[in-house]
């Protein structure tokens, strides 16, 4: 079972960190594909909390090599300090892989990420502030700057003040900022060719060849299907596909070697920024659920908004993500409520629909329909299989599995590494 995508299926923040961790040593190497330090994926490891941003989480199994694809975007200052921490803490990255098509943040793009969220006012997206968009933005201009340029400097000068040019005109004249000076720029990201040199790969090369002697490659999916730029509740969207198909654009490994697709769905529902949420909750339930799940962000430390499971959310990125298994995480942290809503469908202008909106506009009028089942009030964060579980929980994970379409193969019942209920083997 060597290819293996772990993917969000909700708004972000599903665990993702933790699922992954608890697949544990069996993988061989761990792989980010999209995105890149707008991700925050929490590990704890014997009462030790660690959130990584750029790099993935699977990092930490110490056995597996990590691996940086090119279809993520890099903060190289991020990127160190996420290493060099790493290594304070006793856990030091051997080799990491970095892919030499992977793009490279520069400082404009987190300025203009800024000053674009700003002028937006009350249009803004919520972004994390962290350039991700206006880096992939230039990307798909053609303007953007790829790691192999830091390692040839007369390109990425030619590259930087290319691209400064058209923003600089922006800043400047629409922005009412100053000037940004190429040089600086160049010299800054000069400053991390040595140290990246030995790293840079052709990643796609690297993955193909250990997919070829039987090694257990883990795709780690950041943000979620409904983030993503093309199924995502566009606009309000992050600019990447972290879907399962972007696992093969974003690393260079065909779709023909992908045998499995764990989706990672919380068992209730937060999104973090602004966009459409069906289930957000007002009142003090939401808060009950932001307080017991200590629901704030993980990269910028925003209040997560919060609310029920909506179960056409997690089936259509079950479907259009081709998953293969769920893992459904912080269900303890649903344990004494005396019943749990969970929304099965939609009222949309007096007509009942079973599957998410298609459209922006129904989605923006869309009403959840719940079904009530019964809670349980025991603790399940001791739990380790699934007969160890209240009877009406299983009953939860059952009617939820039935909602989404795809078996749930694994449980989190806390953020700890073993606090996992394995009813399918995920590796
Ligand atoms: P990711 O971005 O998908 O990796 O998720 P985050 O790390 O941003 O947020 C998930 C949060 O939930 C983290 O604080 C995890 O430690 C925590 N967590 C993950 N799984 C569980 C679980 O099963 N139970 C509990 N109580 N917490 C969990
Ligand atoms: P992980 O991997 C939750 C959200 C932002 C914003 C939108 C666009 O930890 O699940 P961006 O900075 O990407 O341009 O912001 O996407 N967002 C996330 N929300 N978890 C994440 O990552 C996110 N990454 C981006 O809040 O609404
Ligand atoms: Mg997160």
Known sequence: MPGI???GTQWGDE????AVD???????YVVRYSGGNNAGHTVVVNDQKFIMHLLPAGVLSKTATTVIGNGVVIDLEVLYHELDGLAT????VDHPLISANAHIIAPYHQTLDKVTERFAGKKRIGTTGRGIGPT???KINRIGLRVADLLDADLLREKVAASLEQKNQLLVKLYNRREIEAEQIVEQLLGYAERIRPHVVDAARVLNDALDEGKVVLFEGA??????IDHGTYPYVTSSNPTAGGACTGTGVGPTRIDRVIGIAKAYTTRVGEGPFPTELFDADGERLRTEGGEYGATTGRPRRCGWFDAPVVEVAATVNGCTDIFLTKLDILSGWEKIPVCVGYDIN???SEVFPMTQSQLAIATPVYEYLPG??????????????????????KRLEELIGCRISGIGVGPARDQVVLINDLV
Do not use: M
């Open 136 to 138: 992939y933005s230039d």
């Open 223 to 228: 943000q979620a299907h409904h983030l993503d």
């Open 350 to 352: 007096g007509e009942r």
């Open 22 to 28: 608890a697949l544990g040593e069996s993988v061989d």
């Open 15 to 18: 665990g993702k960190g933790k």
């Open 376 to 397: 349980w009030s025991e603790d399940i964060s001791a739990a380790r299989s699934f007969a160890d579980l209240p009877v009406n929980c299983r009953d939860y994970v």
């Open 5 to 7: 995508i772990v993917v």
């Open 89 to 92: 803490r006793g856990t030091v």
